[in-house]
């Protein structure tokens, strides 16, 4: 039975489309050409901060933030930021009965613009919250000790096979690969997608029905 349901943030229910804007006008460089990197240095399965070294190298994302919102130009999402899947699917999970919590790689502060966001859920954290980041196992272990359920009653919903997916499973959670974002699209071929996970969307909106079939014992 899948008694909860935990979701990543980026590219999960935040589209970062417009962040990553930011950086490319932070950098100097225009938008697509950033996006095609970003891309690129994701299909060869580097991590994705690689990206800024390529246009800065000795970039330090953490000072650089800093120096962001120093200058007036914190990192920052709203309403307008959510995929516009989020709000239905996370009430039509509460009204089912399902807790349901938001838990990713994020600073204090984007833990803060979720919260602001007032979404349907019962937990938000994020990385800096728990001082473990994902892919690191211990962060999925904050997952389990925050959620009133077995492991094997928790799906993880994310975007990424490495970040998200992978790790999951390794703590032993029902994990959700939603296939949008840059991660989504690349790694969606990956033998992974189909083998480890418990189920694959293209939508949120996919997610009450599926869990409500998986729960019937229609696997």
Sequence with gaps: MIRAVVFDVGECLVNETREYGTWADWLGVPR?????????VIAQGRDYRETFQEFQPGFD??????????????????????????????????????????????TVRAGGLLRGLDLPSDLIA?????????????????VIEATPAEPGEILYVGDRLDNDIRPAVQAGLLTALIR????????????????????????????PKKIAKFNAGEH
């Design 180 to 207: 949008r974002g840059p991660w989504g699209t690349i790694q969606q071929r990956d033998p992974d997608a189909d083998a480890i996970t418990t189920m694959r969307i293209d939508s949120l909106a996919e997610l």
């Design 61 to 106: 994302l953490a000072e650089e933030r800093e120096k962001r919102a120093a200058d007036g130009k914190p990192e920052w999402f709203g309403e307008d930021d959510l995929y516009p899947d989020v709000r239905p699917t996370l009430t039509a999970l509460r009204a089912a009965g399902l807790w349901v919590g938001i838990a990713g790689n994020q």
């Design 126 to 142: 994020t990385s800096d919250d728990w001082g473990a980041s994902k892919p690191d196992v211990a962060f999925f272990e904050h």
């Design 32 to 40: 697509h050409t950033f996006a095609a990197m970003f891309g690129a």
